[in-house]
């Protein structure tokens, strides 16, 4: 009797010890794959949108060495893992952000109501140049990226250069010098009528906040962009102006290193 009593003692802790099933709970995440995380009900477009937001904020805020993937990813509210499964590291993220913009800006452009295609050379160049003002006001996040980046030469300066900014200046170059092959606008060298007129446009609006506290209004206003564009457009043309008129003297002094003419 003692023995089937010990038999049936230990039965249920012979049942028991596979009921227990606490592992089993966790045996689901271990099958997750590593770098996968769940993107949570926001849907992984949504996400990656948000990520690029955040980024582009602090790109253009800081520039690229003093940001991480954890900065991103805590400014997007994610965990730094989401960054990396979407993008895989900081310079691909750098890159996307920088693609967006320049759709966002290229598509800006096209919805412009007055197209600069068929028009006379110095019309063209005239819209060019107005569009330019108003996509930069509308975002100047490119304007600060390229300034953080232009100032010096590395891998990201010569991929922004090869991937946007040459196809820019080309377009701006070859509506200039149509319109100098037509008499609307001075001879000039070309690269100085170039930089003029597509820094003045752009590189103005990274010193909004600084425009805002001093004169009450930021320059990405509609408004106070509407009046910059015009004024530039004033300012430049009427400079270029082919009225026969000699160019301005040179002023008396030189650069230093820079030897004496005449």
């Known amino acids: 009797m003692r ?9 249920p802790k012979s049942v028991s010890k596979p009921v227990r099933t606490r592992k089993t709970s ?9 770098g996968r995380p769940p993107l949570g009900d926001a849907g992984p477009d949504a996400t990656r949108n948000a990520l690029l937001d955040a980024a582009t904020k602090l790109f253009a805020r800081l520039g690229y ?12 509210g994610v965990t730094q893992s989401i960054v990396h499964y979407h993008f895989g590291s900081k310079q691909k993220i750098w890159e996307a952000a920088i693609d967006r913009l320049m759709a966002e800006r290229i598509a800006f452009y096209e919805n412009l109501a ?3 295609g068929g028009m006379d050379p110095l019309t063209r160049l ?6 330019l003002v108003y996509a930069n006001a509308h975002n100047p996040d ?4 390229t300034v953080h980046e232009g100032s010096v030469s590395g891998d990201r300066m010569h991929w922004l250069v090869e991937s946007y900014m040459k196809t820019a200046f080309d377009k701006f170059e070859g509506a200039i010098r149509e319109a100098m092959a037509a008499g609307a606008i001075r001879q000039m060298p070309l690269r100085d009528v170039t930089l003029i007129i597509v820094f003045g446009a752009s590189l ?25 564009a015009d004024s530039f457009i004033d300012i430049v043309f009427n400079g270029l102006k082919p009225d ?8 008396p002094f030189r650069v230093p290193g820079q030897t004496a003419q005449g």
Request: charged fraction near 25%; hydrophobic fraction near 35%.
């Open 3 to 11: 023995v089937m009593a010990r038999q049936e003692n230990d039965n």
């Open 26 to 34: 966790t045996a689901t995440p271990r099958r997750r794959r590593q």
């Open 65 to 76: 060495e003093p940001v991480t993937t954890g900065a991103i990813a805590a400014e997007a």
């Open 114 to 116: 007055e197209k600069p």
């Open 126 to 131: 005239k819209l060019l140049t107005k569009g």
């Open 142 to 145: 490119f304007a600060r990226v």
């Open 204 to 228: 103005i609006f990274t010193f909004s906040g600084m425009i805002e506290r001093m004169y009450g209004t930021p320059l990405t206003d509609p408004e106070a962009a509407t009046s910059y």
């Open 244 to 251: 026969g008129a000699p160019g301005a003297a040179p002023l």
